[in-house]
């Protein structure tokens, strides 16, 4: 490449390295959330690649034989009906760049097309490409595909850029495959226990019980993993942003160096809470009187951020152990629920009792609970309720029926994973258009 060919090669410059980061900051964060693959690959193209100064990108998916990249999204001229995709390009691995890229497993950068013979020409001719594999395991599932009509348009720091999602995009295939696995094992396992029609009630729930139990300790440890990794992820990015924050000191480029400290730091969070979840969080319980806990939280009935509430106290409880930073964070995050299931202003209610579990009681248990005395919270609204349908569903890491972006299916899964860890579990019961009422069992102290 010639000199002057080498000073119009990059689409980034130095002046848009912060909001680089930003948005890279911001897809790391985002992709916990996200789905399905088709999401991903869509959002991949139109919201992380095209806000990058990419004219041009195409994702293909290869096939489980390892034979064929099928087109599955697009950006730009190669796009135009939204999310469908008109006789999508079908090409054999080794053929064309694409194709050796999958073969290959390797990231190219051709600096111009004409003096390639391997370049396969489209409907808009193109003078430059770079073109990025996805890995997972020892596994090509798909490649990242970029042209632009200029020669030379992609340098080091494209490619590092692509390199960077393509690891990201990777990460959340191999997640997004293992939980289909997980999925299917557990359909799997059902569909084999239906058979037994002959069995009595009893039993029948006592298998559902253990079903669930297994599904919930299988998605912990898979949610563990992938909070490991993500981190080490979340940490580079982290580092890079305190380097830029010696150089940078004012102006937009501060700006967007806040903006993207403040979406590490929200990714910071949330794998706090797959930890949770996953009952790796390193708790220290203390000995803590439940019903003072509620007192200092809402000290009025008349709330700033949850509202009207309505607090009715036993006169005397247990003792319980549990740690105190993450109570208050789970009480807080039932109240807040409550509040968005019922947002007519409607009072929220918080109770405590004292009771003792055997058995014998049929209660609405996510997790088993052993037979003993416990401290019992509960959070009570009067709100939207939920569908029987989405009920055993809600505690699932990832699930939410909220749009990419503004929840993360966490919460309740943070929830569920501190109580087992405290040693207590947790208890819904709803019905649509009745409310919801969420119950902590905590274990009381001698």
């Known amino acids: ?57 195409v994702i293909y998916q290869a096939d489980d034989a390892q034979t064929e990249l099928v087109q599955v999204a697009a950006l730009g001229e190669k796009n135009p009906f939204g999310r469908s995709i008109l006789n999508p390009l079908r090409i054999p691995f080794g053929q064309g760049i694409t194709g050796q890229v999958a073969e290959r497993r390797e990231a190219i950068v051709i600096d111009d097309l004409q003096l390639d013979e391997s370049y396969i020409a489209d409907t808009q001719v193109a003078r430059s490409e770079i073109c990025v594999p996805l890995i997972c395991g020892n596994q090509v599932v798909g490649v990242i595909d970029s042209e632009h009509p200029e020669p030379g348009a992609f340098g080091p720091a494209e490619l590092e850029v692509l ?26 396992l059902v569909d084999a226990h239906a058979q037994l029609s002959l069995e009595i009630t009893s039993r029948k729930a006592l298998e559902a019980e253990l079903f669930n139990a297994r599904k919930h300790d299988a998605v912990g440890r898979l949610t563990g993993r992938f909070a490991h990794e993500f981190n080490n992820l979340l940490t580079v990015i982290s580092g890079n942003l305190e380097f830029l924050e010696e150089e940078i000191t004012e102006g937009l480029a501060l700006e967007t160096l806040n903006a993207a400290q403040t979406a590490a730091e929200r990714g910071a969070k949330l794998i706090l809470s797959m930890l949770a979840f996953s009952q790796r969080t390193r708790l220290e319980p203390e000995e803590v009187d439940l019903n003072g806990v509620v007192r200092a939280l809402f000290p009025a009935a008349q709330h700033p951020e949850f509202g009207a509430m309505e607090l009715r106290l036993a006169s005397h409880t247990s003792l319980i152990e549990a740690d105190l930073n993450n109570l208050d964070a789970v009480i807080a995050n039932l109240v807040g629920n409550a509040r968005g299931a019922a947002p007519g202003g409607d009072v929220i209610r918080i109770t405590t009792e004292e009771i003792t579990h055997s058995l014998a009681d049929r209660r609405a248990l ?22 029987p349908a989405v009920l055993p569903q809600i505690f699932d890491p990832f699930f939410t029926t909220k749009t990419v972006g503004t929840g993360t299916g966490l919460g309740l899964s943070m929830v569920l994973g501190f109580m087992q860890q405290s040693g207590g579990t947790v208890e819904v019961i709803s019905e649509p258009r009745k409310g919801a009422t969420f119950s902590l069992y905590f274990p009381a102290k001698d």
Not at 29 to 53: H, K
Not at 367 to 373: A, D, H, K, W, Y
Request: with cysteine; charged share 25%.
């Open 1 to 57: 490449m010639s000199d002057a060919t080498k000073a119009n090669s990059h689409l980034f410059s130095d002046l848009d390295e912060a909001a680089t980061l930003r948005i890279l900051n911001a897809f790391a964060v985002d992709l916990i959330s996200i789905p399905t693959a088709e999401d991903l690959f869509w959002y991949v193209a139109q919201n992380v690649v095209g806000r990058l100064r990419f004219l041009d990108c």
């Open 163 to 188: 390199i960077t999602i393509a690891a990201l995009t990777s990460a959340k295939l191999e997640l997004l495959a293992e939980a289909d696995r997980s999925r299917q094992r557990y359909h799997d």
């Open 366 to 387: 996510v997790t088993p609970l052993s037979p003993g005395r416990y401290v019992r919270l509960s959070v009570r609204d009067n709100g939207t309720g939920i569908s």
